[in-house]
């Protein structure tokens, strides 16, 4: 069974920098593509970043792009979110998914394994 963990969140600067890692386990065919989620108080979740597991495609979103990157180890079964230049309307909870899509879907419904979240917070 898939299972996914994530670490890095913190508490940092406006314009500072955090890398966010999800740990990846369970059979291969259930995560062909991987997001990075983020859910703000009283907010809908709403998707960041995503990359296709074979090939590494990669897809953000708007407010991200170009300060964010996504990354995979396909060894280590690890993905990656470096996150510069961080705003304080970068504050949410952000969520690592797995979805058995081949291409990279903006629609959280469409991922089918979700980890438990970690916390990040910038202040201004």
């Known amino acids: 069974q898939e299972q996914l963990v994530e670490s890095g969140g913190g508490l940092v600067q406006a314009g500072g920098s955090l890398r966010l890692s999800c740990a990846a386990s369970g059979p291969t065919f259930s995560r062909n593509s991987m997001g990075w989620f983020r859910q703000a108080p009283g907010k809908e979740r709403e998707f960041v970043a995503g990359i296709v597991w074979r090939g590494g495609s990669t897809r953000y979103a708007d407010s991200v792009k170009g300060r964010f990157t996504i990354s995979r180890d396909d060894v280590k079964n690890m993905v990656y979110l470096q996150m510069n230049s961080l705003k304080p309307e970068d504050t949410a909870v952000y969520y690592c998914?797995?979805?058995?899509?081949?291409?990279?879907?903006?629609?959280?419904?469409?991922?089918?394994?979700w980890g438990q979240g970690t916390q990040v917070t910038v202040s201004s």
């Open positions: 998914a797995a979805g058995r899509l081949s291409m990279i879907t903006t629609t959280s419904s469409w991922y089918d394994k």
